[in-house]
């Protein structure tokens, strides 16, 4: 099964899990969407992330983070689609819900949180918002 938007993917499923007050959501791994999850855990977003690699097809498993019932993601939402490529600058990366949530950037120099990209001066295409 080939999916035209894994991204979008990986977001519908961690929606749909924290929904349903799951502890853990499981998905297709790629390279892409572990960067994406490693940023999640170092916001503070998730708790662990764990790649496992059983019959030649790897999963990457998400611990979701709730805090007093609620989950901590209260927005995740898709910016760049496959059909419509948002790419911004370095100065013109959105500020995300005042600075208390963060943009995914896919950058030249990897991907990063809007704040990295702003540090570093470096602008690309807006993933996600996370908030």
Do not use: W
């Not at 990986?10 to 853990?24: T, Y």
């Not at 007093?68 to 419509?84: C, L, Q, T």
């Not at 948002?86 to 600075?99: D, Q, R, T």
Request: glycine share 8%.
């Amino acid at each position: 099964m080939s999916l035209s938007d894994p991204i979008g993917d990986m977001i519908a499923r961690v929606k749909n899990a924290q929904a349903r007050n799951h502890k853990k959501v499981e998905l297709p791994a790629s390279n892409f969407k572990s960067k994406i999850a490693d940023i999640l855990k170092n916001e503070g977003f998730i708790k662990d992330f764990k790649i496992n690699d059983v019959d030649k097809k790897p999963t990457l498993s998400l611990e979701l983070k709730y805090h007093s019932g609620n989950p901590v993601i209260s927005a995740f939402e898709r910016v760049s689609k496959p059909g419509r490529r948002i790419f911004s600058s370095a100065e013109g990366l959105p500020k995300i819900n005042n600075g208390l949530g963060i943009a995914i950037v896919s950058t030249p120099k990897g991907v990063m949180t809007d704040i990295d990209a702003r540090k570093q001066r470096v602008g690309g295409e807006i993933i996600c918002k996370v908030f």
